[in-house]
Structures are given as structure tokens and as C-alpha cells.
């Protein structure tokens, strides 16, 4: 089976920050999840390049658009490798590639009747590129997001009969429950519809930066619709020489961010069917991850102190390592909901669950075996009550993951990770050790944690792979196939030793 999964295409101009990082991450995980599973996975990020926003950020600046994207896109194609990020391909918008099959698209819509030409007036926020409704503007005239002053856009325009779409689209959404997940937002989705939807402007013609329409060349596509078909013209050309639409295409998922819900549920899929296209098979939609802009209490870990009061993701990469960020995000605010996030948090969870729970579970399990078998895990049969609840773990992963439940399925680990902590106190190797005719049932337990902890390892590499494959390196087993994740005698021997794998970082010293 073929999945593909996507990010949002981040817009060229910002920074990066968490919020970026937050969804690349969870996309990530889903595609190492599934790489895991045998599918044949292709996933994809990539930067937003046109529109007018760009344009009058070139000008201020003094450089053409194109000079500015170039400046500002390594910002987030950098950022995949640093996150430990596995994505196949980063597409930029302003591939020439994207841009002729955007034409081709585009022009399909047109010639199937979709597309007429008309004026527009309507309050406009260049900041959001984006059109306002009269509720949204309100009687200020104000952008709700930004809360600067919208302009009043008048121009010829072509425009995208989104309106013919209105049935098509909520009978998508009673066929497919689960086309927008969570269902709070598959609601919001279907309130947007319900409520009447209005044609869209599909081009532009004040300004030149952006995809041209090929049936009139005064025009340019509104950027929304351009950056959309990322999705779809990726596939075209991110392998030299090798067409993998019919490959990959629908998506599985798209993983979006709450603020483009209404451009991913709405005029994406009615922009595939005025396309002939098929449609995307679930669109997720995160929430955000809430800072406090100060204030935290007087709890905070010393270790956060010197990390200051907001959560910056890149301090903390190179403080504690890419795993420690992915694992954070994806632990504490349950994937799909918003919620706060902390230095004091993190660092909590740091403490607590990483170094503590998973480091040190690997760190004593291995200390053992080079302690009382000289570093050859015997070839016992593992304890077959705590095999059968430790392999159990990769079906219910597996379950999880299917409906990007991403903090489920950690949660679902974690509960392995500390019934093996148990199993350790209950066994109490160190006193069947003092035992030499207790030596059966001493084997029997160091097979069965390093048997477990194997298990756990491979199931946990979507979200912490450079530890994990730390770990299956001192384990001399490095196969991440799920299919070979059972706790079994003798799947182990020679192991070596392993320096600690969340060691406490070193952090200048607070002032
Ligand atoms: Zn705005």
C-alpha cells in the first residue's frame, strides 16, 4: 500500500518557530510510523513563495521576489534536517515545475466550466492574503487575525464557482466521517459549508508575483489555490526522471494547522473535484501549541530557569538533542487539541520520562547483562505473561497511529516502558543474582527486559529515531520493521555497553 502524508507549506516570509516544527514533526512520525510498517511512503514539505505579501516585502527590502525567496527558503528547508526530519522531497512554490503544472491544472478547472470572469470588491488583508467576509471585518474593518486595517480591493478578477460545490462537498463529509479529523473540526468544516459558500477569486491582476494563468495573461492565481496544488505537483517531478502521481496520489493525510482549516476542507477539495481529481483521504488539523509570555511559577527546574520562560525549539535542539523536542511536543499536548506548552514542562518531562523511565530502563537492563552474564543476553524464553503485554504494543501503535493519534499512541508506549520498570522491581535481578541455583530464573529475566526493550525501542523510533537507533546499536539489532518486533529467546546476544542516553545537559549557569 502506498501512503503519502504532507505538512503545510510554510509561508516564505516568517521565521521559523514551534508552530512549524510542531507539524513537520507529527507528519514525521507518521511517515517513519508507516516506513515501519512495510508501505511504500513518500512524504512532503516545503515553503509558500507567492503572493503579494512577498512582493511587498521584496520591494521594502529592495530585492526582486525572487531574490527574496532564495534568501529566505533554506530558513525552513534547514530546519527538516535539523529536527531529524525524513521527508523525501522540499518543494518550493516557485519551482518552475510547480508552476507549469499548476497552469495545467488550472486550466483543466477553467475548461470544465468552473471558472468565470467578474469584479471583485471586498475587504482585503494583504498580510493573511486573504479576503474578508462583512461579519469578519466587522464594523472596524479590521483583520480578526492580525487586527490591522483591511483595504478595500476592487479588481477585475476570474472567479472559482465554489458556490456549485456546496452538495458535493457535505456529501463528501457524510460519506467520509473521517475525511476532517478531529471531529470538532470536521464540525467547524461542515458549519463553514452549511452556512452557504460564496464564488472565490481564483487570480489576481494588481500584481505579478505568482503562477500565470495561462488563458489571460494580466492575471495571476490567487496563491491560496497555487499553494494547494503542492500536494498534487510534488509528485510530478521530486524524482528526476519519474512520475509518482499514480504512485502516491491521494494523499493519506494532510496534516494542517487550525488557522487553514477552511482552505484545506473547503476549497481544496472542491478545487480536485472542478479538477477530476481524486480527494485526499483524511485532513488533520492540529491545534497550537499556547505560550505564556512570562510568569512561570516558582516550581521551575532549575534546569529550565536558564532556558528562560518561552519554549524556543531551537535552544532547546541544541541543549537536548532534536528527540527531545519531538518528543515533548507529541507527549504533552494531545495532538489535535491546543494547549500550553513550558520550559517547565518540558523539562518535567525531560527529567521524568526520558532520562528517568525510558534511559534509565535502557541503561540498568544493559548494566545487568554485562554485570552478571559478561554482556551476552541469555537465550532464555522471556516471561510469556510480560512478552504477550509488551508485543501487544505494536498492534495498538499501529491502531493509534491510523487515526493520527499521535499522543495515544506514545501513551500506549509508555505504559510498556513503565511495566517494564515494574517488572525490574518485582524480579529483583539483583537478588536472584546472589542465587546460583536461581541462575534459570535470572537468565529468564534479562532475556525478558531486553527482550521488552527492544520491543518498546523499534515502536518508539518514529518520534525519538537518533536515541532509538543509539539503542539498537549497543542491542547489535537495528531492524526497525515492525513485523520483527516480538520480545523472543535468542533474538539477542553480544550486546554493548551504552553511555546514558538523556544525559542531563550542561547549561550555562543561571545568573
Ligand atoms: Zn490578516
Request: hydrophobic share 40%; with cysteine; glycine share 6%.
Given at each position: 500500500?502506498?501512503?503519502?502524508?504532507?505538512?503545510?507549506?510554510?509561508?516564505?516570509?516568517?521565521?521559523?518557530?514551534?508552530?512549524?516544527?510542531?507539524?513537520?514533526i507529527?507528519?514525521?512520525?507518521?511517515?517513519r510510523h508507516?516506513?515501519?510498517?512495510?508501505?511504500d511512503?513518500?512524504?512532503?514539505?516545503?515553503?509558500?513563495?507567492?503572493?503579494?505579501?512577498?512582493?511587498?516585502?521584496?520591494?521594502?527590502?529592495?530585492?526582486?521576489?525572487?531574490?527574496?525567496?532564495?534568501?529566505?527558503?533554506?530558513?525552513?528547508?534547514?530546519?527538516?534536517?535539523?529536527?531529524?526530519?525524513?521527508?523525501?522531497?522540499?518543494?518550493?512554490?516557485?519551482?518552475?515545475?510547480?508552476?507549469?503544472?499548476?497552469?495545467e491544472?488550472?486550466?483543466?478547472?477553467?475548461?470544465?466550466?468552473?471558472?468565470?470572469?467578474?469584479?471583485?470588491?471586498?475587504?482585503?488583508?494583504?498580510?493573511?492574503?486573504?479576503?474578508?467576509?462583512?461579519a469578519?471585518?466587522?464594523?472596524?474593518?479590521?483583520?480578526?487575525?492580525?487586527?490591522?486595517?483591511?483595504?478595500?480591493?476592487?479588481?477585475?478578477?476570474?472567479?472559482?464557482r465554489?458556490?456549485?460545490?456546496?452538495?458535493?462537498?457535505?456529501?463528501?463529509?457524510?460519506?467520509?466521517?473521517?475525511?476532517?479529523?478531529?471531529?470538532?473540526?470536521?464540525n467547524?468544516?461542515?458549519?463553514?459549508?452549511?452556512?452557504?459558500?460564496?464564488?472565490?477569486?481564483?487570480?489576481?491582476?494588481?500584481f505579478?508575483?505568482?503562477?500565470?494563468?495561462?488563458?489571460?495573461?494580466?492575471?495571476?492565481?490567487?496563491?491560496?489555490?497555487?499553494?494547494?496544488?503542492?500536494?498534487?505537483?510534488?509528485l510530478?517531478?521530486?524524482?528526476?526522471?519519474?512520475?509518482?502521481?499514480?504512485?502516491?496520489?491521494p494523499p493519506?493525510?494532510?496534516?494542517?494547522?487550525?488557522?487553514?482549516?477552511?482552505?484545506?476542507?473547503?476549497?481544496?477539495p472542491?478545487m480536485?473535484?472542478?479538477?477530476?481529481l481524486?480527494?485526499?483521504?483524511?485532513?488533520?488539523?492540529?491545534?497550537?501549541?499556547?505560550?505564556?509570555?512570562?510568569?512561570?511559577?516558582?516550581?521551575?527546574?532549575?534546569?529550565?530557569?536558564?532556558?528562560?520562560?518561552?519554549?524556543?525549539?531551537f535552544?532547546?535542539?541544541?541543549?537536548?538533542?532534536?528527540?527531545?523536542?519531538?518528543?515533548?511536543?507529541?507527549?504533552?499536548?494531545?495532538?489535535?487539541?491546543?494547549?500550553?506548552?513550558?520550559?517547565?514542562?518540558?523539562?518535567?518531562?525531560?527529567?521524568?520520562?526520558?532520562a528517568n523511565?525510558?534511559?534509565?530502563?535502557?541503561?540498568?537492563?544493559?548494566?545487568?547483562?554485562?554485570?552478571?552474564?559478561?554482556?551476552?543476553?541469555?537465550?532464555?524464553e522471556?516471561?510469556?505473561?510480560?512478552?504477550?503485554?509488551?508485543?501487544?504494543?505494536?498492534?495498538?501503535?499501529?491502531?493509534?497511529?491510523?487515526?493520527?493519534?499521535?499522543?495515544?499512541?506514545?501513551?500506549?508506549?509508555?505504559?510498556?516502558v513503565?511495566?517494564?520498570?515494574?517488572?525490574?522491581e518485582?524480579?529483583?535481578?539483583w537478588?536472584l543474582a546472589?542465587?546460583?541455583?536461581?541462575?534459570?530464573?535470572?537468565d529468564?529475566?534479562?532475556?525478558?527486559?531486553?527482550?521488552?526493550?527492544?520491543?518498546?525501542?523499534?515502536v518508539?523510533?518514529?518520534?525519538?529515531?537518533?536515541?532509538?537507533?543509539?539503542?539498537?546499536?549497543?542491542?547489535?539489532?537495528?531492524?526497525?520493521?515492525?513485523?520483527?518486533?516480538?520480545?523472543?529467546?535468542?533474538?539477542?546476544?553480544?550486546?554493548?555497553?551504552?553511555?546514558?542516553?538523556?544525559?542531563?545537559?550542561?547549561?550555562?549557569?543561571?545568573?
Amino acid at each position: 500500500m502506498s501512503f503519502y502524508v504532507t505538512t503545510p507549506i510554510y509561508y516564505v516570509n516568517a521565521a521559523p518557530h514551534l508552530g512549524h516544527a510542531y507539524s513537520m514533526i507529527a507528519a514525521d512520525v507518521l511517515a517513519r510510523h508507516m516506513r515501519q510498517r512495510g508501505e511504500d511512503v513518500f512524504f512532503l514539505t516545503g515553503t509558500d513563495e507567492h503572493g503579494e505579501p512577498v512582493a511587498l516585502a521584496a520591494e521594502r527590502e529592495g530585492l526582486t521576489p525572487r531574490e527574496l525567496v532564495d534568501r529566505n527558503a533554506p530558513r525552513f528547508k534547514d530546519l527538516a534536517p535539523k529536527l531529524n526530519i525524513s521527508n523525501d522531497f522540499f518543494i518550493r512554490t516557485s519551482d518552475p515545475e510547480h508552476m507549469a503544472k499548476v497552469q495545467e491544472v488550472l486550466a483543466r478547472v477553467h475548461e470544465n466550466g468552473h471558472v468565470y470572469e467578474g469584479v471583485y470588491e471586498g475587504w482585503y488583508c494583504p498580510r493573511c492574503a486573504d479576503f474578508k467576509t462583512e461579519a469578519e471585518a466587522g464594523e472596524d474593518h479590521l483583520c480578526p487575525i492580525h487586527r490591522t486595517a483591511l483595504v478595500r480591493e476592487k479588481e477585475d478578477n476570474y472567479f472559482f464557482r465554489l458556490s456549485a460545490f456546496q452538495d458535493d462537498l457535505l456529501e463528501l463529509l457524510d460519506e467520509q466521517p473521517d475525511f476532517v479529523m478531529p471531529k470538532h473540526r470536521y464540525n467547524e468544516a461542515r458549519t463553514f459549508i452549511e452556512s452557504g459558500l460564496q464564488d472565490v477569486s481564483l487570480t489576481r491582476s494588481t500584481f505579478t508575483w505568482g503562477v500565470p494563468v495561462p488563458w489571460d495573461p494580466d492575471h495571476v492565481f490567487y496563491v491560496w489555490f497555487d499553494a494547494l496544488l503542492n500536494y498534487y505537483t510534488a509528485l510530478s517531478y521530486a524524482k528526476p526522471g519519474e512520475d509518482l502521481t499514480d504512485r502516491f496520489w491521494p494523499p493519506q493525510f494532510h496534516v494542517i494547522g487550525k488557522d487553514i482549516l477552511k482552505f484545506h476542507t473547503v476549497f481544496w477539495p472542491a478545487m480536485l473535484m472542478a479538477a477530476g481529481l481524486p480527494l485526499p483521504r483524511h485532513v488533520f488539523v492540529h491545534g497550537f501549541l499556547l505560550m505564556r509570555d512570562s510568569g512561570e511559577d516558582a516550581e521551575l527546574l532549575k534546569m529550565s530557569k536558564s532556558m528562560g520562560n518561552v519554549l524556543d525549539p531551537f535552544q532547546i535542539v541544541e541543549d537536548f538533542g532534536a528527540d527531545a523536542l519531538r518528543y515533548y511536543c507529541m507527549r504533552d499536548v494531545s495532538f489535535g487539541q491546543d494547549g500550553e506548552v513550558s520550559t517547565a514542562r518540558f523539562a518535567v518531562l525531560y527529567e521524568s520520562e526520558l532520562a528517568n523511565d525510558f534511559g534509565n530502563l535502557a541503561s540498568r537492563t544493559i548494566a545487568m547483562v554485562h554485570r552478571y552474564r559478561g554482556g551476552t543476553v541469555p537465550p532464555a524464553e522471556p516471561d510469556p505473561d510480560l512478552a504477550a503485554e509488551i508485543d501487544a504494543v505494536v498492534a495498538d501503535v499501529s491502531e493509534l497511529l491510523d487515526r493520527a493519534d499521535l499522543t495515544g499512541a506514545l501513551d500506549a508506549i509508555w505504559q510498556r516502558v513503565r511495566r517494564l520498570n515494574r517488572y525490574v522491581e518485582e524480579q529483583a535481578p539483583w537478588v536472584l543474582a546472589r542465587d546460583d541455583a536461581r541462575a534459570a530464573d535470572l537468565d529468564r529475566v534479562l532475556a525478558s527486559l531486553i527482550g521488552g526493550l527492544r520491543v518498546v525501542a523499534v515502536v518508539l523510533h518514529p518520534w525519538i529515531p537518533a536515541t532509538v537507533e543509539r539503542l539498537l546499536g549497543a542491542l547489535d539489532a537495528p531492524e526497525l520493521a515492525l513485523e520483527g518486533a516480538r520480545t523472543q529467546a535468542g533474538r539477542l546476544g553480544r550486546i554493548a555497553k551504552l553511555e546514558p542516553l538523556f544525559p542531563k545537559p550542561q547549561l550555562d549557569p543561571v545568573a
